[in-house]
């Protein structure tokens, strides 16, 4: 089993529990992202309407690739912001 | 053989709806004389977009899933520009209907693994693949 949390160690001194990142479109098994998805991408562009980097989201390499493509695709259609000011 | 491909328009919102309908209509029907075959149409109705075009901030929006020579794509678009009702396009080559496909397989062929023994309960699978540190890519 994949370990998700660190930190569980009772006696370790820690100010901040930081769950340990994986990549949410390996982990559930998505196919592949699609640009038509606004929902999911929204999550990858916060306020700014930039893209979330990877060091943040955790994304793996090509995931990010892929979800890349599908954001700029989406920009293209008035789905995801290119900025918001 | 003919390529399979994915195209988003977005109308003008100052168009009534069967207006709208009637160029996606007359588009499937440039897709059909030209020699492909549209498999599907989704019209997504009025959509708020995410930011303005031509001043707008809505627009009627249809998706035209087809097979079709490259051709017929170019033609295709340019008929699209030449449409001063259509504020936008995006055509996408569809390449992922393989991936979909093989994902599918998967999921619904999933062998044991060799050497493992059956447990009698089988706990739900909740982190997807049990038994990789690395998230098995």
Redesign the interface.
Known sequence: MRQRDEGKKPGRKRFLFRRRKFCKFCDEKIAFIDYKDAKLLQGYVPERGKILPRRISGTCAAHQRELQQAIKRARMIALVPFTTD | MNARYET?I?GSPTLPDEEFASIVTSLEGTITEGGGTVLRTEPWGRRK???K?QKFDE?H?S?LFYEAPAALVTELERRIRMNERLM???T?HVD?EE??A???AL?AARVPRPGSVTPMYEPPDQ??D????D???
């Open positions: 988003v977005i977009l995410a930011y075009i627009g929006y998706l936008r396009f995006l996408v992922w991936k979909v093989k994902a599918a999921k982190y997807g049990a038994g990789d540190m998230g098995g890519r």
